[in-house]
């Protein structure tokens, strides 16, 4: 598979029904490996063998929690094991909304026959299965379904008016990721798809662009919606800039074509393998479905974030970079949307950019709540599957920024938890404001991997937020 002869590494990939046989040769030594599959621990696996193997690293191995000496945090635990069995991939990215009914909660599902869990609470201790957005069988025609086809992500409700409006992530059948948009009269449905993407690539679809100019470029697709309602009533709607699914193939292309660049980029010889390895094998990834394509180069991401300053310096030096610069930098934008969710006023706002160390190459799960008079975003950074996934917060005084950060997470790992991400705020149960947010388990982590739902109480100040 390698064309140029001065990586170490040749890589011939074969598909065997379900799972791909790997053939490596790395200095007159050969191995060989099958994978049953193309699920995540299907190629966690492969790449212990490879590390145990060839010295590789490991996709988690560059990043350990940061817990410190002191004590732990006062998070609370409210879901922590699976309640209903057709809830595969546990309560990630989980948006809580408070309402007369009680707290609704609604949570990402992956691949899962049945979109979307919706569950019930009325003490936030006790929680019921209420149903699915879209069962089985019912997901929008535009939107891909099926196991390792579909990717359902990052739903979350709004009242607005006398309806309920939910904005979620979807794959179209392209394989681009895009933003629906579904409204129904309760919580509990019946949901309704508008019936085609509110956007799509970063395309505003609602109302389309001029027919007569070509569209432009579709750059990773658009991922995490989060529809904010001011005290005026005016509905918001912020979304992530997915391009950090877009660097790490074209990185490894790069090295491919010009493989001195690793060393320059990779201070250990693990990394530097694990950069060699990618190289290698990146025409084939190059031909996977998209969440395989993450599980291939998962351990050169976790090496690029291993030392994120020197992989950005050098690759800011590189003139035949600035493609991959680019998609490093995952933008949250905003923009007003109609009164009747149907159409945008006016022209995206870029509101924060991952420019913070411990961010790593992306931010995303915006949530915005207003507080004390001021609009504050919290959002996550760093890769979702990793410890060093973090929530962040920023403030400013329109929905629409300037936004300033406070320069640490508001959360981080610890000993207990891992991960703590996409947090959602709602008020207590005494009206005080509460984050709720996802982990996984110590240990743990990766795509269908069971997340908990945990919260916390907040505190905010004129400038800066806290949990306490």
Same mark, same amino acid.
Not at 106 to 132: C, H, Q, Y
Not at 195 to 224: N, Q
């Given at each position: 598979?390698?064309?140029?002869?001065?990586?170490?590494?040749?890589?011939?990939?074969?598909?065997?029904?379900?799972?791909?046989?790997?053939?490596?040769?790395?200095?007159?030594?050969?191995?060989?490996?099958?994978?049953?599959?193309?699920?995540?621990?299907?190629?966690?696996?492969?790449?212990?063998?490879?590390?145990?193997?060839?010295?590789?690293?490991?996709?988690?191995?560059?990043?350990?929690?940061?817990?410190?000496? #002191?004590?732990?945090?006062?998070?609370?635990?409210?879901?922590?094991?699976? =309640?209903?069995?057709?809830?595969?991939?546990?309560?990630?990215?989980?948006?809580?909304?408070?309402?007369?009914?009680?707290?609704?909660?609604?949570?990402?599902?992956?691949?899962?026959?049945?979109?979307?869990?919706?569950?019930?609470?009325?003490?936030?201790?006790?929680?019921?299965?209420?149903?699915?957005?879209?069962?089985?069988?019912?997901?929008?025609?535009?939107?891909?379904?099926?196991?390792?086809?579909?990717?359902?992500?990052?739903?979350?409700?709004?009242?607005?008016?006398?309806?309920?409006?939910?904005?979620?992530?979807?794959?179209?059948?392209?394989?681009?990721?895009?933003?629906?948009?579904?409204?129904?009269?309760?919580?509990?449905?019946? $949901?309704?798809?508008?019936?085609?993407?509110?956007?799509?690539?970063?395309?505003?679809?609602?109302?389309?662009?001029?027919?007569?100019?070509?569209?432009?470029?579709?750059? #990773?697709?658009?991922?995490?919606?989060?529809?904010?309602?001011?005290?005026?009533?005016?509905?918001?709607?912020?979304?992530?800039?997915?391009?950090?699914?877009?660097?790490?193939?074209?990185?490894?292309?790069?090295?491919?074509?010009?493989?001195?660049?690793?060393?320059?980029?990779?201070?250990?010889?693990?990394?530097?393998?694990?950069?060699?390895?990618?190289?290698?094998?990146?025409?084939?990834?190059? #031909?996977?479905?998209?969440?395989?394509?993450?599980?291939?180069?998962?351990?050169?991401?976790?090496?690029? =974030?291993?030392?994120?300053?020197?992989?950005?310096?050098?690759?800011?030096?590189?003139?035949?970079?600035?493609?991959?610069?680019?998609?490093?930098?995952?933008?949250?934008?905003?923009?007003?949307?109609?009164?009747?969710?149907?159409?945008?006023? #006016?022209?995206?706002?870029?509101?924060?950019?991952?420019?913070?160390?411990?961010?790593?190459?992306?931010?995303?799960?915006?949530?915005?709540?207003?507080?004390?008079?001021?609009? $504050?975003?919290?959002?996550?950074?760093?890769?979702?599957?990793?410890?060093?996934?973090?929530?962040?917060?920023?403030?400013?005084?329109?929905?629409?920024?300037?936004?300033?950060?406070?320069?640490?997470?508001?959360?981080?790992?610890?000993?207990?938890?891992?991960?703590?991400?996409?947090?959602?705020?709602?008020?207590? =149960?005494?009206?005080?404001?509460?984050?709720?947010?996802?982990?996984?388990?110590?240990?743990?982590?990766?795509?269908?991997?069971?997340?908990?739902?945990?919260?916390?109480?907040?505190?905010?100040?004129?400038?800066?937020?806290?949990?306490?």
């Amino acid at each position: 598979m390698s064309e140029d002869q001065t990586l170490p590494f040749e890589v011939d990939a074969v598909a065997v029904g379900e799972g791909t046989r790997f053939t490596v040769t790395r200095a007159g030594e050969t191995r060989s490996y099958h994978l049953p599959g193309g699920e995540q621990h299907h190629y966690t696996s492969f790449h212990e063998e490879l590390a145990r193997d060839f010295g590789t690293s490991l996709p988690h191995g560059t990043c350990e929690p940061t817990a410190g000496d #002191g004590p732990e945090p006062d998070w609370q635990p409210l879901i922590t094991s699976n =309640l209903n069995a057709r809830i595969l991939a546990g309560y990630g990215d989980p948006a809580v909304l408070r309402t007369d009914q009680g707290y609704f909660l609604v949570a990402t599902s992956n691949d899962a026959p049945d979109a979307f869990p919706i569950l019930r609470s009325d003490d936030l201790k006790t929680w019921e299965p209420m149903g699915f957005v879209f069962p089985e069988g019912e997901t929008p025609d535009w939107a891909a379904a099926g196991r390792q086809v579909a990717d359902f992500w990052a739903p979350e409700m709004a009242k607005v008016g006398d309806e309920y409006w939910l904005c979620y992530t979807a794959r179209q059948k392209s394989n681009a990721l895009a933003i629906g948009l579904a409204k129904a009269p309760s919580p509990l449905g019946p $949901w309704r798809d508008v019936g085609r993407p509110l956007l799509s690539g970063g395309i505003v679809l609602y109302p389309p662009t001029d027919p007569s100019l070509p569209a432009p470029p579709m750059s #990773g697709g658009v991922i995490d919606s989060h529809i904010f309602i001011d005290a005026d009533g005016s509905p918001y709607l912020f979304w992530k800039q997915d391009t950090n699914g877009v660097w790490p193939r074209p990185l490894a292309g790069l090295m491919r074509q010009r493989s001195e660049l690793i060393a320059q980029l990779f201070e250990s010889e693990a990394e530097r393998s694990t950069a060699a390895f990618a190289a290698a094998v990146q025409p084939w990834a190059n #031909g996977r479905r998209p969440m395989e394509r993450f599980f291939l180069m998962q351990p050169l991401i976790a090496a690029a =974030l291993g030392d994120w300053p020197r992989v950005r310096r050098v690759l800011e030096a590189c003139g035949e970079a600035e493609f991959i610069l680019d998609a490093m930098k995952t933008p949250i934008r905003a923009q007003r949307l109609s009164d009747d969710g149907m159409s945008f006023i #006016g022209e995206p706002t870029i509101v924060l950019s991952n420019d913070l160390d411990w961010e790593g190459h992306l931010i995303e799960g915006p949530w915005v709540t207003r507080q004390q008079g001021r609009y $504050w975003l919290f959002y996550a950074g760093n890769d979702f599957c990793t410890p060093a996934y973090g929530i962040g917060v920023a403030v400013a005084d329109h929905p629409l920024g300037p936004y300033e950060k406070q320069s640490e997470p508001l959360l981080r790992s610890t000993a207990s938890w891992w991960a703590p991400g996409h947090a959602s705020v709602a008020p207590g =149960l005494g009206g005080e404001p509460q984050l709720f947010f996802h982990a996984f388990f110590p240990g743990r982590g990766g795509y269908n991997e069971f997340r908990a739902l945990l919260t916390a109480r907040l505190r905010f100040g004129d400038t800066s937020a806290e949990v306490i």
